[in-house]
Structures are given as structure tokens and as C-alpha cells.
């Protein structure tokens, strides 16, 4: 099994395309922030995103296959869920995730966090990093959710 199990691609109008490894365990995804950082700190302007938005863990199933589960909002020190200022959409879809529910996500699905978009690639789908980016550039963008509080 290699050590990257996949990539979450910036895909998006606004922000700059940037390419993130995701490994087994949980994976944190925000903004950049030296006060508050996430394992995965997108660079951008987007005020929308929190600086620790969402969570994608890792995980192998009892299949040996990879499992790909996306929560709103980060686990806190003390074991506690702390949702995100906006909220997490996948697929261009409303209403927001709740930060107590689990979606599994499949290779091109669209996570929104703030304003700003990410695909998710699958190693078994792409099986390389310059692959991966080929799919997603060719990809559409999908709709922008824009009902924040």
C-alpha cells in the first residue's frame, strides 16, 4: 500500500490550483494559518474557510480497500467536534454536511469549504499525481454554494 493514498486538487475560479497528499489517518483541510494550522492549509483569500474547516480520514476497510470519510468542522484537543464558520458541501449539493455526519467520498467528488472547491482523486483511479491533475483539469467546475451565515 503506498504512503499517498490519494490527493485532494484546488479546483476553482477563485483560488489558485494546488495539489494536497492525502495519507491514512485523519487529514484536517482550512486555510493557511500559523495560529491555527491544518494538516492540509490551502493557500487563498477565501474568508469563507475556516482555518480548520473539514476532516477526510483515511482509512482501510475490512475489504482492504480505501475509504475515503469527509466530516465538517475539527476534531479539538479534547476529543469535541468544532464545526466550521460555513459549513462543508459536497457536489454542489445544499444543505451543508452536519458536523456529526460521515459521507464516504468516491474519486471526483467536489468538496466545498468556504467558497473554494476541492477534488478528490483516489490512488486506485489514478494511480499517479500528473494523472490525477490531467482528470481534474479536464473536469468542469461544479456549482458554488454561496447560503453562508
Known amino acids: ?11 476553482d475560479e477563485k483560488t489558485a490550483s494546488q495539489t494536497f497528499n492525502l495519507k491514512k489517518g485523519l487529514n484536517t483541510v482550512g486555510r493557511i494559518s500559523q495560529k491555527s494550522p491544518s494538516d492540509l492549509m490551502i493557500q487563498t ?7 480548520p474547516h473539514c476532516t477526510i480520514e483515511v482509512k482501510i476497510n475490512k475489504m482492504g480497500q480505501v ?6 468542522g475539527a476534531r ?14 459536497l457536489n454542489g449539493q445544499e444543505p451543508a454536511l452536519h458536523p456529526s455526519e460521515q ?4 474519486d471526483g467528488d467536489t468538496v466545498q469549504i468556504g467558497e473554494t472547491k476541492v ?17 481534474v483539469e479536464g473536469s ?10
Open 103 to 106: 459521507i464516504y467520498l468516491k
Open 119 to 135: 477534488v478528490l482523486k483516489t490512488y486506485q483511479m489514478s494511480e499517479s499525481l500528473q494523472k490525477a491533475h490531467r482528470q
Open 76 to 89: 479539538q484537543p479534547d476529543g469535541t467536534r468544532k464545526k466550521s464558520q460555513n459549513g462543508t458541501y
Open 67 to 72: 475509504d475515503y470519510v469527509l466530516q465538517d
Open 45 to 51: 483569500e477565501d474568508r469563507y474557510m475556516s482555518r
Open 1 to 11: 500500500m503506498p504512503e499517498v493514498l490519494g490527493w485532494l486538487i484546488v479546483h
Open 140 to 149: 468542469d467546475y461544479t456549482r458554488t454554494i454561496l447560503s453562508f451565515n
